[in-house]
């Protein structure tokens, strides 16, 4: 089992940054998938970012070059750096992690408005 607690989010301006982090409650170096999914309004789910356990990143066409996933294997946790926002990355951000099954933080509200 693998519980996930985030933090981070919450209103910026469009071109603005905002940076989400997730602490694992194991050693993120056991768990084969670290990674990052929203869902805005009306829509379903997507994956934004991911990371392997030897860090290697994939990331959505519609974030590559603006978002940047790091994990902290120290700290057993998992960042997504956001920057050049636009009203479309409106959505919940949630944190989650493939371990025997996939487990999901509990989201963090992001909204890109003026």
């Known amino acids: 089992q693998v519980q996930l607690e985030e933090s981070g989010g919450g209103l910026v301006q469009p071109g603005g940054s905002l940076e989400l982090s997730c602490a694992a409650s194991?050693?993120?170096?056991?768990?084969?998938?670290l990674g990052w999914y929203r869902q805005a309004p009306g829509k379903q789910r997507e994956a934004v970012a991911t990371i392997t356990s030897v860090g290697f990143p994939n990331y959505a066409e519609s974030v590559k070059g603006r978002f940047t996933i790091t994990r902290d294997t120290a700290e057993n946790t998992v960042s997504l750096h956001m920057a050049r926002l636009t009203p479309e990355d409106t959505a919940v951000y949630f944190c989650t992690a493939y371990y025997g099954g996939w487990h999901w933080g509990q989201g963090s509200q992001v909204t890109v408005s003026a």
């Open positions: 194991r050693s993120i170096s056991t768990i084969d998938i």
